[in-house]
């Protein structure tokens, strides 16, 4: 039991860098002398420090360190990246008991660490919670099992099943408190992707103007090139990536990226948003490209609201959900917020 206490609080401790770590994973460190917590860290962001690089900070009396219990989220790294090895640092401080909850998907490490702990003489205990560490960590999880991003689905649909209007004519289905969660979503993915109807219908920004943290990566699917150059996607205020079948170049802020006309599509963007290190995409419309997600089998999550009092009557039906299962219903706001997760 007392395992399960200080990892829970080592998950805890992970989340609190959601949004800031990709494409690194969430990662979050306790470490526990004679029933005492008497250092604990996170990975706070993507090119600093490790989380149990912070714990031992964290530390007054090193010299405790060799008497301690490391608790750790994920398996600690055996590599140089953009900080030394996580294994290599618990070893120089003497540490001989370490508890992991998930063992590292990442072919850089994937049990390297825990072969360099167990060599040192360390007793290494590995899967407790495990599986709420794949919940932390499922972004990181897929992108390595899967070779693509975790793919969350997000759409406001009418009462009566409508997302737009018969001329998708922009109409604020959701609420306001609806407004501003989308845009904590937002900051918490690496990219947001739509496809070209809603880039020209709706011209959005995809931005976190109503929340803070980073602004995603953009993406647009416009194959043949046709949305006008006054839109706030192709503006240049943030990245933005736009897949197409008639070039490949780059300007600030905006990437071209030609897709082959004989492929399938979808397949094409996974490949490429899996080389350029996108660990998670929020997909917010349209009909078409939500229904292809869903029908190819390339998404994880989906995120609907809907509203219990604006009806359409007709227009531009939401996407069937038959492909997965309903895992929550919150209500936010006047709206009712759906999870469901892919079968």
Same mark, same amino acid.
């Given at each position: ?6 990892? &829970? ?22 470490? @526990? ?38 608790? @750790? ?21 003497? @540490? ?51 070779? &693509? ?44 992707? @739509? ?51 008639? &070039? ?96």
């Amino acid at each position: 039991m007392s395992d399960e206490i200080y990892m &829970r609080r080592a998950l805890e401790l992970a989340q609190l860098g959601s949004g800031y770590t990709s494409p690194n994973p969430m990662v979050g460190c306790v470490i @526990v002398h004679e029933g005492h917590i008497i250092g604990e860290g996170w990975h706070k962001q993507y090119g600093g420090p490790h989380a149990e690089v912070n714990a031992v900070a964290a530390v007054e009396d090193k010299s405790l360190l060799p008497k301690s219990c490391v608790y @750790v989220t994920l398996e600690p790294c055996s590599h140089y990246g953009k900080t030394p090895p996580c294994a290599d640092l618990l070893i120089q401080h003497g @540490v001989k008991d370490v508890v992991i909850c998930n063992t590292d998907p990442n072919p850089l490490v994937a049990g390297r660490g825990i072969k360099k702990l167990f060599d040192s003489g360390a007793q290494v205990k590995v899967g407790v919670l495990e599986e709420e560490g794949l919940e932390v960590n499922k972004r990181f999880f897929t992108f390595h099992t899967q070779k &693509r991003p975790f793919i969350l689905l997000k759409w406001a649909e009418t009462a009566d099943g409508f997302i737009a209007a018969a001329n998708y004519q922009q109409q604020q289905i959701s609420g306001k408190l609806a407004q501003r969660l989308v845009h904590k979503w937002r900051a918490e993915e690496q990219a947001i992707m @739509v496809g070209s109807r809603t880039a020209l219908y709706d011209n959005p920004r995809l931005n976190t103007r109503l929340w803070h943290g980073h602004n995603p990566l953009r993406l647009v699917i416009d194959k043949q090139l046709l949305l006008p150059a006054h839109l706030h996607l192709l503006d240049g205020s943030q990245p933005t990536v736009v897949y197409n079948f008639k &070039r490949q170049d780059e300007q600030e802020n905006l990437t071209f990226v030609q897709l082959q006309e004989q492929e399938p599509v979808l397949p094409q963007i996974m490949r490429d948003l899996h080389q350029r290190n996108i660990l998670s995409v929020m997909v917010e419309g349209g009909t078409f490209l939500l229904e292809s997600l869903l029908q190819e089998n390339f998404w994880d999550e989906a995120l609907v609201f809907k509203s219990l009092h604006s009806t359409l009557l007709a227009g531009v039906k939401a996407p069937s959900m038959v492909y997965g299962q309903l895992h929550n219903i919150q209500t936010i706001g006047p709206d009712q917020l759906l999870h469901y997760i892919r079968h």
